[in-house]
């Protein structure tokens, strides 16, 4: 029987004790695959649907080949093949077959350069792009003429942002709806600290026309949504994909293919990135790749999972390359190819994406012909989406306070990761890692009051759906998690 090793991706390996490679025999993908899940019972809940097929946002590959152009589970694997399982993480195949993408040069995105010249600054702040005959004044002309949209001015746009105004491309748009905060200068380099609690665009503004006062930079405040993003998107040569939710990464996937526009896909979990060039036109679109976003729940949020901060300045880093290299119309662009980064290994793999001949969107014969609205299912949101068995029994700050202090008070059950009970947990609590309780339920005694609380309220709810389903009757959820009992009961705690 061959012996293969199978990779584990960073937000899977918490179910397969940490491993970030299994070593297993089998015959085929297949059963490759099903005798990991058969090892690890939470991740095989993960990959496989109640009918035991894989589920369709998690892909496999077998050496740099995903196996759904070749045999599926059927493919056949040989003595040290490496298969790897990739999922659709949020907080990112050419039409001609096996061939290579069509060169970039080909691509009309961009209008023709105009013919007015750049001035005597310009040829001195461009100077060293002008000495590049891949660049040159002509090239120079055409980034100052570029449109490039970025959704999202977080960890991924601030890097690509600073480096796209450094270059001089013309006109930047920036999606965002946040304000600056102390736990986003670890890595949102665009931002500093005299900038907390203004809006992000406002600061991302200041910042980059200091950097470079010719650049056009377009604060564009709000939420994507399936009304607006066609609209957004439709005035920008490029889009680039910083987001750290699936409902707006398909969003801006639909749109771009919609729109006939290249995305410049990028995203992060812990120590691991992946970045991509979807352009329907050319190649695969995100769909191709992940037909659609997982069920709540089942992907860690980046406030769950954490970053290592310099991970998105990397692959922020390599979306503005691709960016850059769309505008000038130079160079291999990274259509059809998954770059895939575990900083930890210091490792890049790349994997193929090719198109998918029954994609719903951009196949010949789509049947999505519109935008989708997914419910947003980061943090609190994913409360009301936590299970289809009704709402989940909620406990606010307030009454969980003034139960507290009563005759009987409720256990405090905390669902959260050790790291984060390292840094702030309440009085009384027990720790349970969500993932842990379906085998620590027997120290949870029915007969008592439960109350359990994760940062937000999302991962709670959640676990509440879980004991509620297992036939536990007296549990709630904490409304708003630790971090609206910090703002609202006790303000001496610390919030992440
Ligand atoms: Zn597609």
Redesign the pocket.
Request: aromatic content about 8%; glycine content about 0%; hydrophobic content about 30%.
């Given at each position: 029987m061959p012996r293969v090793s199978v990779r584990i991706p960073t937000p899977l390996r918490g179910m397969v004790d940490g491993r970030s490679e299994v070593a297993v025999e089998g015959a085929t993908v297949g059963a490759v695959v099903a005798e990991v899940a058969a090892t690890y019972p939470a991740l095989k809940k993960h990959l496989f649907s109640a009918d035991g097929t894989l589920r369709n946002f998690v892909t496999v590959y077998l050496n740099d080949e995903d196996v759904r152009s070749l045999a599926r589970d059927a493919t056949p694997v040989r003595d040290d093949d490496v298969v790897s399982i990739v999922p659709a993480i949020a907080g990112g195949a050419p039409a001609e077959g096996a061939g290579r993408p069509s060169p970039l040069t080909a691509l009309p995105m961009v209008a023709e350069p105009p013919a007015d010249r750049l001035d005597r600054e310009e040829l001195r702040r461009y100077s060293r792009h002008l000495l590049l005959p891949e660049v040159g004044v002509e090239g120079q002309k055409r980034l100052r003429r570029s449109k490039v949209l970025l959704v999202g001015a977080g960890g991924l746009g601030s890097p690509t942002a600073l480096y796209l105004a450094a270059a001089g491309v013309g006109e930047i748009g920036l999606v965002d709806f946040d304000e600056v905060d102390l736990s986003n200068l670890q890595r949102q380099v665009l931002y500093s600290t005299a900038d907390l609690g203004r809006p992000k665009l406002e600061a991302a503004r200041d910042r980059l026309t200091g950097l470079n006062p010719g650049v056009k930079v377009v604060p564009i405040s709000g939420h994507l949504s399936s009304e607006n993003a066609m609209d957004v998107l439709r005035p920008y040569d490029v889009v680039v994909d910083g987001t750290d939710n699936f409902p707006t990464r398909y969003l801006v996937n639909d749109a771009c293919?919609l729109l006939g526009k290249p995305n410049v896909y990028g995203s992060i979990y812990r120590f691991e990135g992946q970045a991509s060039v979807f352009d329907?036109r050319h190649g695969?679109?995100?769909?191709?790749l992940y037909p659609e976003p997982p069920p709540p729940g089942l992907v860690p949020s980046c406030a769950e999972g954490g970053v290592l901060g310099v991970l998105p300045g990397l692959i922020g880093l390599v979306q503005a390359t691709e960016t850059v290299k769309l505008l000038l119309g130079r160079g291999e662009p990274l259509i059809g190819r998954l770059l895939l980064y575990d900083a930890m290994a210091m490792r890049f793999r790349e994997l193929r994406v090719r198109?998918?001949p029954d994609?719903?969107?951009?196949?010949s014969h789509p049947t999505q012909t519109g935008l989708i609205d997914y419910p947003a299912f980061c943090g609190v949101a994913a409360s009301a989406s936590a299970g289809a068995g009704g709402a989940i029994p909620e406990i606010t700050p307030e009454e969980l306070r003034d139960e507290l202090a009563g005759a009987e008070p409720p256990l405090l059950v905390d669902v959260r990761e050790p790291n984060e009970w390292a840094i702030v947990h309440l009085d009384g609590a027990k720790l349970i890692p969500r993932a842990e309780l379906p085998d620590r339920l027997q120290e949870l005694t029915s007969a008592r009051e439960l109350v359990l609380y994760c940062r937000s309220g999302g991962r709670s709810a959640q676990a509440t759906r879980l004991l509620l389903d297992l036939g536990f009757t007296h549990v709630r959820s904490l409304a708003g998690g630790i971090t609206a009992w910090a703002q609202r009961i006790d303000p001496s705690l610390p919030t992440y």
């Open positions: 293919v329907a695969p679109c995100y769909r191709c198109k998918d994609c719903v969107l951009c196949s």
